[in-house]
């Protein structure tokens, strides 16, 4: 959700922390705001709107402060605006906080406070928190650290903090559960940020903080705490990522970008795991845990959005391949309706960043119930990373667009190949159908590159004729139904129309009502077992006047030949075409938002993380 930066070094803080914010915008852009510690006050500068406006509010007042924090906002407790936006002060102004959770029990909290005379200027919880740590740091004459420590143990929630004091002139009091939280380890300085783009450019060694876990950040001094007031040492982690990943590289947009990226992205999930030419695959991961995988009585594949459609497709493909019992679970259900595990059980959770919340609480439960958890993740050190007995990264960068497209079909590629690596293990496959997969998946690298050159004017002619429609509908069969879930998702998420997915198969189940001449149905409808049904199913929507898009494969003349508009893709073999049909969906989402006027990095009302409930 929220974006939040800090820097304490000899340098000047403003520059840093405004950089920071606006790598973080597409974490939250409802508003934005900076506290810089001035010698004798904490300033708090901050705005509704995106970071541009606060620079510009900020344009020409004293900003000579060598430690500050920042914060980008995704709305949760109070509209957007001026007085909702973070950095909040205590009512004496001498603590100023940012926070990126919620605080379940702040209506408690703040009732207690207004008994005690304070008054509050913003509708956030936040606030309630800011003043409740200064109250206890009054009534028990203890220092910002101890206070902290002590209101953590009375917050119910989920939170990343950092503060200011007005009397710690080089110091940032931070702390963090359920939400993430690195300090990057610079020369005489330290980089406090959501993630670790903010830090890139100045440091590459890194720490992550753990949930319960306080910091006292001090230039030349990091010390980690439990809320036991235990020091912890400090693990410090080398990144391997790049600053020009996370710039736009002369695209127009990061998601337009990232689409173009994923013969790359793809590649790298490939690489070292697997080699077609020895009919092999090594994934670490699944070896680690492998005697579980083979006598599991069930795989629960946990995650949310996008990428609970990457583990629709992957039921499918671990039941064909492994014939093991496979359950697809939404996080935010699955934590709450005490589902029986066992030990027998094996937990796949999927998550990009690796900080999904619902995920997280949902994976807690299921190890306390013994089941063995098996992480697939993108962000390297991150919470699910850390909980896991064994997993996999995807190895797809930093995403910066909101809309997820190289991690989506990165993580399917890492899910194919934990699929045929179970069933090699488990002798479930045969040997010529499991070369042909692994010859296929070699392949896509290139066949996603040809998509990307041979469709791209094609597809974007495709969006210009229908961005003025007000709903779609998305259809497929088989391997190819997580698909039309996903194309209706990206549609939602750019261009706010409105679209539905829906097994073809189920159209008749009431979804026909909605087709009439005004109405996009876009069918995936690659060659497969499925071809014969999905093409009637075109002909029941060309009936009814229906205007049909369709993903097909190169050669196929008969769908060609029904559909108003074709987007072609290569022939692969059934279970590995969805990697494939999904990128001229990205490619058509992506237009129609930029031909609606759109920001299409960042979606109305969406933050990339979902870091509370």
């Known amino acids: 959700m929220c974006g939040i930066v800090g820097y304490v070094g000899s340098n000047l803080a403003y520059p840093v922390i405004i950089d920071g914010l606006k790598k973080l915008e597409y974490r939250g852009y409802d508003s934005a705001g900076v506290a810089l510690h001035m010698g004798n006050s904490i300033e708090v500068y901050k705005k509704e709107g995106k970071v541009a406006a606060l620079e510009e509010s900020v344009h020409g007042k004293n900003v000579q402060a060598t430690i500050g924090i920042g914060h980008t906002r995704w709305a949760t407790h109070g509209e957007p605006s001026d007085r909702n936006a973070h950095p909040h002060?205590?009512?004496?102004?001498?603590?100023?906080?940012?926070?990126?959770?919620?605080?379940?029990?702040?209506?408690?909290?703040?009732?207690?406070?207004?008994?005690?005379?304070?008054?509050?200027?913003s509708d956030t919880d936040s606030e309630v928190l800011v003043n409740f740590i200064e109250d206890i740091k009054i009534n028990n004459e203890c220092s910002l650290e101890e206070a902290v420590r002590i209101a953590l143990k009375r917050v119910v929630g989920a939170y990343v903090i950092l503060l200011l004091d007005k009397d710690l002139p080089d110091t940032i009091i931070a702390a963090r559960k359920g939400s993430p939280l690195v300090i990057g380890v610079g020369e005489n300085a330290h980089y406090l940020g959501s993630?670790?783009?903010?830090?890139?450019?100045?440091?590459?060694?890194?720490?992550?903080?753990?949930?319960y876990e306080l910091a006292i950040v001090r230039p030349d001094e990091l010390i980690l705490k439990n809320l036991g007031n235990e020091r912890i040492t400090p693990f410090v982690q080398k990144l391997d990522m790049e600053l020009a990943a996370i710039e736009k590289g002369g695209f127009d947009h990061f998601m337009l970008k990232e689409i173009f990226e994923q013969p790359q992205t793809i590649f790298d999930s490939l690489r070292g795991r697997m080699d077609a030419e020895q009919q092999s695959i090594t994934l670490s991961g699944v070896d680690k845990i492998a005697e579980r995988l083979l006598r599991a009585n069930r795989i629960i594949i946990v995650a949310c959005g996008t990428s609970w459609h990457a583990g629709l497709l992957a039921e499918y493909v671990i039941e064909e391949l492994c014939r093991i019992n496979v359950e697809v679970e939404y996080a935010s259900e699955f934590r709450y309706r005490n589902p029986i595990i066992t030990d027998q059980d094996v937990i796949i959770a999927i998550s990009q960043s690796g900080e999904t919340a619902d995920t997280l609480v949902a994976l807690e439960n299921a190890k306390k119930q013994g089941a063995t958890i098996f992480g697939l993740v993108n962000v390297v050190g991150s919470s699910i990373a850390r909980m896991s007995d064994a997993g996999a990264y995807t190895h797809a960068g930093p995403e910066i667009g909101v809309a997820s497209t190289k991690a989506f079909t990165a993580q399917l590629t890492v899910?194919?190949?934990?699929?045929?690596?179970?069933?090699?293990?488990?002798?479930?496959?045969?040997?010529?159908?499991?070369?042909?997969?692994?010859?296929?998946?070699?392949?896509?690298?290139?066949?996603?590159k040809e998509i990307l050159d041979d469709q791209h004017a094609v597809?974007?002619?495709?969006?210009?004729?229908?961005?003025?429609?007000?709903?779609?509908?998305?259809?497929?069969?088989?391997?190819?139904?997580?698909?039309?879930?996903?194309?209706?998702?990206?549609?939602?998420?750019?261009?706010?129309?409105?679209?539905?997915?829906?097994?073809?198969?189920?159209?008749?189940?009431?979804?026909?009502?909605?087709?009439?001449?005004q109405l996009p149905v876009v069918f995936v409808a690659t060659k497969d077992s499925y071809h014969e049904k999905i093409i009637s199913n075109i002909q029941e929507i060309k009936a009814r006047k229906g205007k049909v898009i369709a993903v097909v494969s190169h050669g196929d003349n008969v769908a060609t030949g029904l559909a108003d508009d074709v987007m072609?893709?290569?022939?692969?073999?059934?279970?590995?075409?969805?990697?494939?049909?999904?990128?001229?969906?990205?490619?058509?989402?992506?237009?129609?938002?930029?031909?609606?006027?759109?920001?299409?990095?960042?979606?109305?009302?969406?933050?990339?993380?979902?870091?509370?409930?």
């Not at 179970?422 to 070699?442: H, P, S, V």
């Open 89 to 121: 002060y205590s009512n004496s102004r001498n603590i100023a906080m940012i926070h990126n959770g919620i605080i379940e029990n702040y209506a408690q909290l703040k009732s207690e406070l207004l008994q005690k005379g304070y008054t509050f200027k």
């Open 195 to 211: 993630d670790a783009s903010p830090m890139l450019a100045y440091t590459k060694e890194v720490v992550y903080i753990n949930d």
């Open 415 to 448: 899910l194919y190949l934990i699929a045929l690596k179970i069933a090699q293990l488990k002798g479930t496959i045969e040997a010529t159908l499991f070369n042909r997969l692994l010859a296929d998946l070699a392949n896509v690298p290139a066949y996603v």
């Open 459 to 517: 597809i974007q002619a495709i969006a210009r004729k229908y961005s003025d429609a007000r709903d779609f509908l998305y259809l497929g069969r088989g391997y190819n139904f997580p698909i039309a879930l996903e194309g209706a998702l990206k549609l939602k998420e750019v261009s706010y129309i409105h679209a539905e997915g829906y097994p073809a198969a189920e159209m008749k189940h009431g979804p026909i009502a909605l087709v009439d001449e």
């Open 568 to 613: 072609v893709v290569p022939h692969v073999h059934e279970i590995i075409a969805p990697v494939l049909s999904v990128i001229p969906l990205q490619l058509l989402s992506y237009y129609i938002g930029v031909y609606r006027g759109l920001d299409v990095d960042k979606p109305r009302n969406l933050a990339k993380s979902v870091t509370v409930e």
